[in-house]
């Protein structure tokens, strides 16, 4: 069974600075990998995915990131947050292609912006 | 674009009512639809997934004559919360998958927070 794991339930960052939320998978075959984003009491919005060539993938808002297969990890970047950023990240990996949508998700880490 | 709405977006019910919510895709047909529940501070558990003009499958621990699923079109499932209860309370989202075999993606809704006082 796939499963993701998001070590940071919680990460503050200064506006400005950098920023990389972790995310690690188990899956056996090649993941379907996803980074949303959610504000309060808001749906989910698609940041970027990761389903197989370049293993650096840009996405929205400024976000990148990065598929390492060796570390089965697929960590998020920005390389300067912004205040607007603050919400709550969820990492996602999908089975196969014709079930790809049933996603696993992470716990979720919650960025807080300092000013 | 890939619009999904959901309705209501917020919903109270008295416990022992039904509370019915719809998840629409605006702009594409979407095969495959999928209903998540998230409490607070906590992340995305799937209750089910539903093809449309099929019964839906239920993930396990939910309570499929509880939550009944209707995809009767390729624009639109509901999601009926029966005899609801205060521990139903929670946000619901929706998802849509494209018809397309290469398309991976899906799709949410902006959710819809329900309240069972």
């Known amino acids: 069974a796939q499963s993701v794991t998001q070590p940071d339930i919680h990460i503050t960052v200064s506006e400005g600075a950098s920023l990389e939320l972790r995310c690690n998978y188990s899956?056996?075959?090649?993941?379907?990998l996803f980074w949303y984003v959610q504000s309060p009491g808001q749906g989910l919005q698609l940041l970027l995915k990761?389903?197989?060539?370049?293993?650096l993938v840009q996405g929205i808002k400024g976000f990148e990131a990065e598929f390492k297969r060796s570390q089965s990890s697929f960590n998020l970047r920005k390389p300067s947050v912004h205040w607007s950023d603050a919400a709550e990240y969820f990492c996602?990996?999908?089975?196969?292609?014709?079930?790809?949508?049933?996603?696993?998700f992470g716990d979720g880490t919650t960025l807080t912006v300092k000013p | 674009g890939a619009v999904v709405s959901q309705h209501p977006s917020w919903v109270i019910c008295k416990s022992g009512t039904s509370v019915k919510i719809e998840c629409r895709s605006l702009?594409?047909?979407?095969?495959?639809m999928f209903w998540y529940r998230q409490f607070p501070k906590q992340s995305l558990m799937l209750m089910a997934t539903?093809?449309?003009?099929?019964?839906?499958?239920?993930e396990q621990g939910v309570e499929k004559d509880k939550f009944l699923i209707n995809h009767a079109s390729l624009t639109l499932s509901t999601l009926t919360v029966t005899s609801a209860h205060p521990e139903d309370s929670s946000f619901y989202i929706c998802?849509?998958?494209?018809?397309?075999?290469?398309?991976?993606?899906?799709?949410f809704g902006p959710g819809t927070r329900l309240t069972v006082t």
């Open positions: 899956y056996g075959a090649t993941p379907y």
């Open positions: 998802s849509a998958s494209k018809a397309s075999r290469i398309n991976y993606e899906q799709y």
């Open positions: 990761y389903f197989s060539g370049d293993t």
């Open positions: 996602a990996v999908g089975a196969t292609v014709a079930n790809a949508g049933k996603s696993t």
């Open positions: 702009d594409f047909q979407a095969t495959t």
């Open positions: 539903s093809n449309e003009g099929s019964k839906a499958t239920y």
